[in-house]
């Protein structure tokens, strides 16, 4: 029953992270969608768990329970500065990573679970992609360059680069599987397989492209960067040259996506102003931050207690989007969420590099990359339906298995 909620779910969750102007207590219809289909399949955790039937926690576990805890607390506490359905999108995909890892007990339940994911982006990418070959879809025309930066289905570019940045990750980490796995070698489907992976993570490209969101962009490039590294040299130097004449030959793109940084190298503008501003938004935020009375400073400024960037309220916090995971943690959820928090990464990373055979390099190098994205930018922490397909990704981690350790290939 676990196992069947949880496909559904997986199935359905890419497609729910798509727009819909449809809202109900601050949430829209998909991620009501979503939270339902994770009350049941915890509901359904929960009965396994009360007859007594084996439950696997661990020291990630622990912490995730106790970061939850905090969060609701925060909302006991200070109901006023904290939105409960804010709440619920940050603690719901870290309790997804407990719910399934307990479902999944195998590689080949795994395997079978992200192909599913997989599964479920065939319509946001087809329909992103069309959207965006139309001329429709648009979310923003830069002011600068009259550039149009693309949205396809989703609320915002955003959400829409970073969604095709996961499923790339995850196609590679899904064939990187397939390959190290024996019993799926020769395995006829495998070139159709491959077919309609390469056309999905194709169409996927193009609309990470028309998002110019530079940050899902590099996140790809170091992912393939610290895959590549320790196993196949050549091949890294092979696709760092094709980057490189891709560079050469879209050069207008290039100027545009990074006009501030070569501002800042040129002094036309200030330091403060390179990354569309980050360093000026950390500044104020931590400013903010460090006026809140102490009992605030550890308990937060409140999940999702923020102001439009630039907005000075009277008699506000005037907390503003962090673009920046970590900080966001820091401040929305204090210094005690924060110190509960950053375990459960620094252990899922400990984890990661304990994995034997030539896997461990494609999920170090998702952790690497996403880790970083999540520095730069709001991505697989606070981002609702990315982080909650990121957490599921992950729990390869703790999978129970047979550590057959593979030779890495010679460079």
């Known amino acids: 029953m676990e196992l069947f909620l949880l496909q559904v779910g997986v199935l359905l969750r890419p497609i729910l992270f798509l727009d819909v102007s449809v809202s109900l207590f601050g949430l829209s219809i998909f991620e009501l969608g979503a939270i339902g289909l994770f009350a049941l399949l915890m509901a359904a955790f929960l009965m396994r768990a009360s007859v007594g039937k084996d439950i696997c926690l661990s020291a990630i576990d622990l912490f995730i329970f106790g970061y939850s805890l905090w969060c609701i607390a925060t909302y006991v506490i200070y109901p006023d500065k904290v939105v409960p359905g804010e709440v619920a999108k940050w603690i719901i995909p870290l309790l997804t990573y407990t719910v399934a890892k307990n479902v999944i007990r195998s590689r080949e339940q795994y395997q079978s679970i992200l192909a599913i994911m997989i599964a479920g982006y065939v319509l946001p990418v087809i329909v992103s992609a069309l959207l965006i070959g139309i001329g429709q879809g648009v979310d923003y025309i830069d002011f600068w360059t009259k550039v149009p930066r693309y949205k396809g289905g989703y609320a915002n570019t955003h959400n829409m680069a970073h969604s095709m940045g996961l499923l790339i990750m995850s196609v590679i980490i899904y064939a990187t599987l397939r390959i190290t796995d024996p019993d799926s070698r020769g395995n006829k489907r495998d070139t159709v397989n491959k077919t309609i992976l390469g056309i999905l993570c194709a169409l996927a490209l193009y609309c990470l492209y028309f998002s110019y969101v530079r940050t899902a962009i590099l996140g790809l490039l170091i992912f393939g960067f610290v895959y590549l590294y320790p196993l196949n040299k050549k091949l890294l130097i092979t696709a760092a040259a094709v980057v490189l004449v891709m560079v050469v030959v879209f050069v207008p793109a290039v100027e545009f996506l990074f006009r501030d940084v070569i501002g800042v190298v040129e002094g036309t503008h200030p330091l403060?102003?390179?990354?569309?501003?980050?360093?000026?938004?950390?500044?104020?935020?931590?400013?903010?931050?460090?006026?809140?009375?102490?009992?605030?400073?550890?308990?937060?400024?409140?999940?999702?207690?923020?102001?439009?960037?630039?907005?000075?309220?009277?008699?506000?916090?005037?907390?503003?989007?962090?673009?920046?995971?970590?900080?966001?943690?820091?401040?929305?959820?204090?210094?005690?969420?924060?110190?509960?928090?950053?375990?459960?990464?620094?252990?899922?990373?400990?984890?990661?590099?304990?994995?034997?055979?030539?896997?461990?390099?494609?999920?170090?190098?998702?952790?690497?990359?996403?880790?970083?994205?999540?520095?730069?930018?709001?991505?697989?922490?606070?981002?609702?339906?990315?982080?909650?397909?990121?957490?599921?990704?992950?729990?390869?981690?703790?999978?129970?298995?047979k550590q057959n350790v593979e030779p890495t290939p010679a460079s």
């Open 272 to 401: 403060e102003r390179i990354g569309s501003g980050r360093p000026y938004f950390w500044m104020n935020n931590l400013e903010r931050f460090y006026d809140l009375p102490i009992d605030r400073q550890l308990a937060g400024s409140g999940i999702g207690n923020r102001t439009g960037i630039g907005a000075f309220v009277l008699g506000e916090d005037n907390i503003w989007a962090s673009h920046n995971d970590y900080l966001s943690i820091l401040i929305e959820s204090g210094v005690v969420g924060f110190l509960l928090f950053i375990p459960i990464h620094v252990l899922l990373f400990m984890r990661t590099l304990r994995i034997a055979g030539k896997e461990k390099y494609v999920f170090v190098a998702f952790f690497v990359a996403t880790a970083i994205m999540n520095f730069f930018s709001n991505s697989y922490i606070t981002r609702f339906g990315i982080a909650q397909l990121y957490y599921i990704v992950m729990l390869y981690v703790e999978l129970p298995r």
